[in-house]
């Protein structure tokens, strides 16, 4: 039956119509199963694989973008995020919850933006005698305050927001019209598994 399938030159599917509904149906000649297995037909024919494939296909928004409104900027990190509420997230999240999460990020950058502030400018007064080295703290302090804000968003995350389907983000992008880049926070819509998907 195999050699029979490669001398036709038939497709998987037509392969399974040809083969399979002869013997599933016994009453009827092959050249009228052969004639109804036509295009229109083939979802019929392959079942349920065709139809959970077009269900899975979902929209998701585009992320919404939060880019810091403060008055110092330190290596791309603002020192005050925007925390309007945006209306995107109206009937996703409690405005609380989220002016929660926001302040919480900014207390963090408030404490150690003015830092790195410092640190910097006596860095740079003693960069001639150290060799550069004197400007490792600032680095190690923004890095450290990166980490800080990375693990809060982790840890809201966990508790409350990848429950309702958002995930937020520090995300490094470029600013529009020049090569400078800076922080931004990020509130991904995740995609909505379907109830009805197949295990």
Same mark, same amino acid.
């Given at each position: ?116 502030? /410092?640190?910097? #400018?006596?860095?740079? +007064? ?5 060799? @550069?080295?004197? *400007?490792?703290?600032?680095?190690? &302090? ?20 990848? /429950?309702?389907? #958002?995930?937020?983000? +520090? ?5 529009? @019209?020049?090569? *400078?880049?800076?922080?931004?926070? &990020? ?13």
């Amino acid at each position: 039956m195999d050699e029979d399938i490669e001398e036709l030159n038939l497709s998987p599917v037509e392969a399974h119509v040809r083969v399979v509904s002869p013997l599933s149906f016994p009453d009827v000649d092959e050249d009228s199963i052969n004639s109804e297995a036509s295009d229109s037909q083939l979802p019929h024919v392959l079942g349920d694989a065709v139809l959970d494939e077009s269900l899975l296909i979902t929209t998701v928004p585009d992320p919404i973008r939060l880019r810091g409104v403060g008055g110092s900027t330190m290596f791309g990190l603002n020192s005050k995020f925007e925390d309007e509420f945006p209306s995107l997230l109206t009937g996703k999240v409690a405005p609380e919850e989220f002016q929660s999460t926001i302040q919480y990020i900014n207390t963090i950058l408030l404490k150690s933006i003015p830092f790195s502030v /410092k640190y910097l #400018l006596c860095g740079c +007064l003693c960069c001639c005698c150290t060799l @550069g080295l004197s *400007l490792g703290p600032v680095f190690i &302090l923004n890095k450290r305050t990166k980490y800080q804000i990375r693990k809060l968003l982790d840890l809201e995350n966990h508790r409350l927001y990848n /429950k309702l389907g #958002l995930n937020w983000k +520090l995300n490094r992008e470029q600013r529009d @019209g020049n090569n *400078l880049r800076e922080y931004v926070l &990020l509130i991904e819509f995740l995609p909505k598994v379907p109830l009805h998907r197949p295990d």
